[in-house]
């Protein structure tokens, strides 16, 4: 990996970014989707872009109030929704794929709040790496309509890395935080109590 490589990298996003002209992220705050939103709001400004958190009990609050702050940091619009997975008992059994649920229901409730305010382009912090991993919410994701910006310029978890620290974010080395869930053994249920004691 060069750091030259990586800058031509960004280039090709902002140029993707722009061809797209308004643009809401599914916001973790994690280094991913967090780099990808500051680019976004270089290239497109406040009025073209938006950072939709979903809130959910499958995530720490911590997880999700860093969120919120990752964004004011960086200065992108922000809005929060409530995504109820819980309530779905496909998600709730917990099966091998109980991302691709979860994935289902947090895009299926974001993207009609992101389209009522005139974003039709919905996009993640998936990675070229992430690629190559077991992601079921990846196919979910797709089944919408949902694009993944930094994979498609081919950006490396460690090029993301890279040019976040070139940017003076501070999170540019923040390990990832997976969802309460997954620490749960397959086929045990989700519930809010379960998650409590995670």
Not at 77 to 100: F, V, W
Request: hydrophobic share 35%.
């Amino acid at each position: 990996m060069t750091e030259q490589n990586a800058v031509g990298k960004e280039r090709a996003l902002m140029a993707w970014l722009r061809r797209h002209q308004r643009v809401a992220i599914g916001f973790s705050g994690g280094v991913d989707s967090a780099y990808l939103a500051a680019v976004t709001l270089e290239a497109l400004g406040p009025e073209g872009s938006l950072a939709l958190i979903g809130r959910s009990a499958s995530l720490a609050g911590s997880e999700e109030d860093h969120a919120v702050s990752v964004a004011r940091t960086i200065g992108i619009p922000i809005l929060e929704i409530e995504t109820g997975e819980l309530s779905d008992p496909r998600y709730a059994a917990n099966p091998t794929n109980r991302c691709y649920f979860c994935k289902s229901i947090l895009w299926l409730t974001l993207l009609p709040q992101a389209r009522e305010r005139g974003f039709e382009t919905l996009v993640d912090g998936t990675n070229a790496d992430d690629r190559h991993d077991y992601r079921p919410g990846g196919k979910a994701a797709a089944e919408q309509g949902i694009k993944s910006p930094l994979a498609e310029v081919g950006f490396t978890k460690d090029e993301i890395r890279e040019r976040t620290r070139a940017r003076g974010l501070p999170w540019w080395n923040r390990p990832a935080s997976p969802c309460l869930a997954s620490r749960l053994p397959y086929g045990t249920a989700v519930t809010p109590e379960r998650l409590r004691q995670v």
